[in-house]
């Protein structure tokens, strides 16, 4: 199973009924083909920044689900096939999720790490937590483009 | 000439520099203004949908702004333009202005 990000844009003179009709198509028919569906989200009309199939506004839908990938194709299928969607754009979002949560994680150790080495050098100081904390701010910054 | 091994950087590029001593440390501080602003601001995350942040990295035209204008590091340069690929495909963006 993998986690799927959908980005689709409905016709902007759908009215609102039949789309949201179409979404909850879509719902059932992921949840049916195993699929769970995490978030569904409306952005609503917006401008788009260039001319569709002469439309130049669209409303857009935004769904979140962990699926298989042969579901997603069945679900790409049935937006092409689709009179009122437009464009639409299938990303993967779980590895993208574990390199941010593990870029998070390093961050978070590393800052713990600092703030518990720091105190020992400027103890010294009376301002301690003080100095502390903008030790631990300060080298970060230029510490920074060097890891990346 | 330890000093000046120091920072061979600023004494070669940049020979008013080199007698004004006192200064380099600050000055080249200065100089080096082009800082990521995805590492400064320890945002991970370049999302496609994140429209607001693209459009300060792509000019007038549409066009994706080079690292060496924009001082975006190499990483973040990459997911960058991932970022910007996606939302011109999905219409957020435009591939070149209009008119």
Redesign the interface.
């Known amino acids: 199973m993998r986690i799927y990000e959908e980005l689709f844009i409905v016709k902007p003179d759908v009215p609102e009924e039949e789309v949201d009709q179409f979404v909850e198509q879509l719902r059932t028919q992921l949840t049916a083909a195993g699929a769970t569906v995490d978030k569904v989200e409306k952005w609503g009309k917006r401008r788009l920044a260039y001319r569709v199939d002469k439309y130049r506004e669209g409303a857009y839908v935004l769904f979140e689900f962990t699926a298989a990938p042969d579901t997603v194709k069945e679900l790409e299928r049935r937006l092409r096939v689709s009179d009122m969607v437009i464009k639409f754009l299938t990303v993967r979002i779980d590895q993208t999720r574990k390199r941010l949560d593990k870029r998070k994680k390093q961050r978070d150790k590393r800052a713990a790490k600092r703030a518990a080495s720091a105190p020992p050098a400027p103890a010294t100081v009376p301002g301690a937590p003080q100095s502390a904390a903008h030790a631990a701010e300060a080298p970060a910054m230029p510490g920074q483009p060097k890891e990346n | 000439m330890a000093e000046f091994k120091g920072r061979p950087g600023s004494a070669g590029q940049r020979p008013t520099g080199g007698d004004k001593a006192v200064v380099s440390q600050k000055k080249q501080y200065f100089r080096r203004k082009k800082?990521?602003r995805f590492?400064?601001e320890?945002m991970?995350?370049i999302n496609?949908?994140d429209v607001k942040t693209l459009h300060a990295f792509v000019a007038e035209r549409g066009k994706i702004v080079p690292r060496r204008i924009s001082g975006v590091?190499?990483?973040?340069q990459r997911r960058l333009t991932d970022a910007i690929k996606?939302a011109?495909?999905?219409?957020?963006?435009?591939?070149a202005a209009?008119n």
Request: proline share 9%.
């Open positions: 800082i990521c590492c400064v320890k991970d995350d496609y949908k590091c190499a990483p973040h996606k011109r495909n999905i219409a957020l963006l435009p591939f209009q």
